[in-house]
């Protein structure tokens, strides 16, 4: 079945990096965008990076910006996020999404979520 | 940046109840509205996107209306396994926004 396996969270300390991965299963990775969305404690959900189906381009949450990375590996069916010198406020559930778009190929929408990988930020 | 703000931000209500969750963007996002249930430790799932679409294999008690700038949710009969937090999120522009979410308790 359609899935989304994310892995690489833990805690690490402020200023330190990580690298999340999310595995998918059931669907052409290739041909699809991939979202990372987060979710820190007690708060709503925060849209971080977007990736197109080829890599080609990639865009970012100001928040993050310059501080996280988003990569694929379409020979791997993996998306990845590489989060540089973290912050308390980065402390979180990330989650991948499969990005989806309605018949008309206008509205888009994230219609696989992973269950998340939580990222803990502290000293 | 577009800002999403939904109300209330947490509601009771009992099973068979009729509940409605407004969402409204800072700016017009004509039908780029999608809506999400979230429960702790489980992956979110669509229910509604271009505002009034039902996702496939969603119950057809849930409904969504709105265009612009204002938009609502509705569950029409509320079931015990539809307590859960529930958001909505413009995908008009990135950076996409999301609401800060609309808790449905028992």
């Known amino acids: 079945q359609v899935q989304l396996v994310e892995s690489g969270g833990g805690v690490v300390q402020p200023g330190g990096s990580l690298r999340l991965s999310c595995a998918a299963s059931?669907?052409?990775?290739?041909?699809?965008?991939m979202h990372w969305v987060r979710q820190a404690p007690g708060k709503g959900l925060e849209w971080v990076a977007f990736i197109r189906y080829d890599g080609s381009n990639k865009y970012y949450a100001d928040s993050v910006k310059g501080r996280f990375t988003i990569s694929r590996d379409n020979s791997k069916n993996t998306l990845y996020l590489q989060i540089n010198s973290l912050r308390a406020e980065d402390t979180a559930v990330f989650h991948c999404?499969?990005?989806?778009?309605?018949?008309?190929?206008?509205?888009?929408?994230?219609?696989?979520w992973g269950k998340g990988t939580m990222v803990t930020v502290s000293s | 940046d577009i800002q999403m703000t939904q109300s209330p931000s947490s509601l009771s209500a009992s099973v068979g109840d009729r509940v409605t969750i407004t969402c409204r963007a800072s700016q017009s996002i004509s039908s780029y509205l999608n809506w999400y249930q979230h429960k702790p430790g489980k992956a979110p799932k669509v229910l509604i996107y271009?505002?009034?679409s039902l996702q496939s294999g969603v119950p057809s008690r849930f409904s969504g209306s709105g265009s612009g700038t204002d938009f609502t949710l509705t569950i029409s009969s509320l079931q015990p396994e539809d307590f859960a937090t529930y958001c909505c999120q413009q995908s008009y522009s990135i950076p996409y926004t999301f609401g800060q979410g609309t808790k449905l308790e028992i």
């Open positions: 271009a505002a009034s």
């Open positions: 059931g669907f052409s990775f290739s041909s699809y965008g």
């Open positions: 999404a499969k990005d989806n778009v309605d018949s008309s190929g206008y509205y888009y929408y994230m219609d696989v």
